[in-house]
């Protein structure tokens, strides 16, 4: 069994698509005018508003944000068409996640489209003179313009590939798939190491910065552990390929760089010298795997 196929047993693409209205319009007439006042080209400047108050969209705008960042956090790159791959132990917690802001999605549009003639009303008097109601989509238009939906399919395999060719082009043809999908995989794996080595190396760059007896050092968060931490426990679902070569980098660093919270990394020299310490030696011990 090849890898890729091996790999369709145990996981599946997911896409996320969100779309939102933009509340930010060219004006023309202004535009042409500014334009004019300064003896300019009208290609060389645009004049933008925002056709409602700034902050009505904010809720949605917020979630919307929330879901494409745990959807990255869950998932890793697959395919150009926006696909990304899921395992199928990371596939309840994603689904509930996603269901959850369902949940939520629709009752905050529903505010937002109830409140549409308000916002309109009250963008009236805030644009004066710049007020077009031309600019302002009816109801229905508005609804349309947001979307938020996501999808599960399965993961091709070079199997799939069925097509009545001679026995010579149909195995050439899937090797070609097969060869693509391992490539594939290999990209995905590579996001999952890269993620890992970015968050150590993160660690190990705040901590050298940081002196407590500088005032002007900016603190570092609890962030800073609580990120490590928050990979270390998505980790098993993004392992493709089952490598137990992660596996162990993931218990070394869950060892060596979550056992003491940031306020003590924060107040002790020789708890923060030696978290500075075991990261760079994982850093060092990394870079063998990755490209």
């Not at 137990?244 to 979550?258: M, S």
Request: net charge neutral.
């Amino acid at each position: 069994m090849s890898t890729t196929q091996s790999l369709a047993d145990r996981a599946m693409l997911v896409r996320v698509n969100i779309r939102m209205f933009n509340p930010i319009k060219t004006d023309k007439t202004i535009t042409a005018e500014v334009a004019q006042n300064h003896g300019s080209e009208v290609t060389m400047g645009r004049y933008a508003k925002s056709i409602i108050a700034k902050g009505c969209v904010d809720s949605l705008r917020k979630l919307a944000g929330e879901i494409r960042q745990e959807h990255y956090r869950r998932t890793l790159p697959w395919s150009d068409d926006g696909s990304r791959i899921l395992t199928s132990a990371g596939y309840f917690p994603y689904a509930e996640f996603m269901r959850v802001c369902e949940s939520k999605w629709t009752p905050e549009l529903n505010k937002f489209l109830g409140n549409w003639s308000d916002y309109v009303d009250d963008a009236r008097i805030k644009l004066n003179g710049l007020f077009r109601l031309e600019d302002y989509p009816t109801p229905s238009e508005l609804a349309s313009k947001f979307e938020f939906r996501w999808g599960v399919r399965p993961l091709p395999v070079d199997t799939d590939f069925r097509v009545q060719l001679s026995a010579d082009e149909t195995a050439s043809i899937r090797a070609e798939l097969r060869s693509d999908l391992d490539a594939t995989v290999k990209a995905a794996m590579q996001d999952v190491w890269q993620r890992m080595r970015d968050v150590v190396a993160k660690m190990s760059e705040r901590l050298k910065a940081y002196d407590p007896n500088n005032p002007g050092t900016a603190p570092f968060r609890d962030s800073l552990v609580t990120n490590i931490t928050e990979l270390l426990d998505v980790l098993p679902s993004l392992n493709l390929t089952n490598d137990p070569t992660l596996d162990a980098f993931a218990r070394e660093v869950r060892t060596g760089l979550t056992s003491n919270p940031a306020t003590a990394l924060r107040d002790n020299m020789f708890t923060r010298n030696d978290a500075i310490n075991r990261a760079d030696e994982i850093l060092a011990k990394m870079s063998a795997f990755i490209a």
